[in-house]
């Protein structure tokens, strides 16, 4: 998966592109490996890195919801459900099985939970990855040594699916390149081209490396921006209405002694009306998430001291140490667009399912959703583009179309506490489009979201390489390191003067 390669494809490309993507995270790039599995003509073309919005910021999880169990959208979690086995499937050095556990401090919430994950149990049917069963006052610290006791009665064990994100984002794309999809990160799509009649006939995008402004061509356009969608809809079409809500999620980082046990925590009721996840994930935990009204989208949100507070109190409560501020290696926030369908004013009410909506007869927008349901988004657009372009196309194949796994990384280890390697560089630069210090750190490899102070530490080593791959000076290599301490500070969680 080359860059130049890619915008060399497009320079020499003179006819229309069945379809072009906007938007680089898991619905764009998932709308790109179907198109281009269906043997289509594809360019995806991403603002800024593959990921860099909500879909490299999610929980980890892929799961059908069992918050949505409770509000009763059935439809949404069997849908989820199903994508959930789809994905353990095929992409399984990625996705895997974890277990949960619910602590339960009275008889009434073992048979609440107990009955209610039966459910969720039997609304997986045949897909059903684990049965759910309630434990023992002693089982459950056996198993989670570290949780509060003080009027324990047991607890309920269920499973889902746990990932990770941008990794598994990144092996979508280069799964979709290998299958003939053009795609193109730091190309920013400045506005849509008209022919003499007006109609929308392909769009104008910048690179933003060189500065070069290209003209491309395309029969249909699927617009898969997710927070950003509603000011594209309205370039489209200015009567089109704004349909998005935003929620901002956030999360801690801390170390894995706070959780010392192969299975995750599920706090089932929070203030805010949603669960809290305390999970393993990389040799750390990872503690979230909020659910709190934003009134815009930004690409680098902020976690909110509100929201930081909220978590730690939340989750000491069910721990034998609370965690404190000065325990917390990384914090990192993520915009959710919420298709708004009603006047409810809590985000946390709002579905999670997703939406299309057409504008100037050839722009698909394709919103809302969740990642764990991103291939079923896909298809849904890609089938209606199709439809709307008269487009040649064989059936949907991605649900048995398997993700491709990055190499086995050698090399030398770049810091002590966590596994990365230089290989890695290499490979995130060669074969995966890393174009900066943030996306390798951020991305390619996940420590910005382990331990921000490590990653700024890695930072010179990283710039360093990146510069002999891509054939960069010692300035490129001083103003990367700048930009990049300058994002990662956002990630730090210093405690309040």
């Not at 022919?195 to 356009?221: M, N, P, Q, Y």
């Not at 680098?300 to 509100?306: F, G, H, S, Y």
């Not at 919420?338 to 050839?362: C, I, M, P, Y």
Request: proline share 4%; glycine share 8%; charged share 25%.
């Amino acid at each position: 998966m080359n860059r130049d390669e890619n915008l060399e494809r497009v320079r020499k490309h003179k006819q229309p592109w069945d379809i072009i993507v906007i938007g680089g995270g898991a619905t764009g790039v998932g709308c790109a490996l179907d198109a281009a599995s269906r043997r289509l003509d594809v360019l995806l073309l991403e603002q800024h890195d593959l990921g860099k919005g909500t879909s490299s910021r999610s929980t980890k999880l892929v799961h059908g919801g069992v918050r949505y169990l409770a509000q009763g959208d059935l439809g949404l979690v069997r849908e989820a459900l199903s994508e959930r086995s789809t994905l353990l499937q095929n992409a399984p050095h990625v996705v895997h099985i974890q277990e949960f556990i619910v602590p339960c401090y009275s008889l009434w919430q073992k048979v609440f939970y107990g009955v209610g994950l039966k459910i969720y149990d039997l609304l997986a049917g045949s897909k059903r990855i684990g049965r759910s069963k309630i434990l023992s006052r002693s089982e459950t610290t056996r198993r989670f040594p570290t949780v509060n006791t003080e009027g324990l009665s047991g607890g309920i064990l269920y499973h889902d699916g746990q990932f990770d994100d941008a990794r598994l984002l990144i092996d979508m794309a280069r799964t979709a390149d290998g299958v003939g999809a053009c795609l193109i990160n730091y190309a920013p799509v400045l506005d849509f081209q008209d022919d003499d009649l007006g109609s929308i006939v392909g769009v104008k995008f910048r690179d933003l490396e060189t500065g070069e402004i290209h003209k491309v061509l395309a029969r249909t356009i699927i617009n898969a921006t997710g927070a950003f969608c509603d000011p594209i809809r309205k370039n489209a079409d200015p009567k089109a209405k704004p349909v998005v809500t935003f929620a901002q999620g956030s999360h801690i980082v801390l170390e894995r002694r706070f959780l010392p046990s192969d299975a995750a925590l599920m706090i089932p009721k929070t203030s805010d009306g949603r669960v809290l996840f305390c999970i393993p994930w990389h040799d750390h935990v990872i503690v979230g998430t909020t659910d709190i009204s934003v009134e815009s989208a930004v690409l680098e949100p902020e976690a909110l001291d509100a929201e930081i507070d909220f978590i730690l109190e939340t989750v000491g409560g069910y721990l034998t140490e609370r965690p404190k501020r000065a325990d917390i290696l990384s914090v990192f926030a993520g915009i959710r667009p919420l298709v708004n369908r009603s006047d409810a004013k809590n985000t946390a009410a709002l579905s999670r399912s997703h939406e299309l909506f057409v504008d100037a007869d050839v722009v698909i927008t394709i919103t809302g959703g969740k990642w764990t349901t991103y291939r079923r988004m896909a298809e849904d657009a890609v089938d209606r583009a199709v439809e709307i372009g008269s487009l040649d196309a064989s059936c949907c194949v991605t649900a048995n179309l398997k993700i491709s796994a990055p190499p086995k990384s050698s090399g030398q280890r770049l810091h002590k506490d966590l596994q990365y390697t230089d290989d890695d560089v290499v490979r995130a630069v060669r074969d995966e489009m890393a174009r900066t210090v943030e996306d390798v750190l951020a991305r390619r490899t996940r420590t910005l979201f382990l331990n921000a102070a490590a990653a700024i530490e890695m930072a010179p080593k990283i710039a360093e390489i990146m510069a002999r791959e891509l054939g960069r000076d010692s300035e490129w290599v001083t103003a990367e390191i700048a930009a990049f301490r300058k994002t990662a500070c956002r990630y730090r969680s210093e405690p309040p003067a």
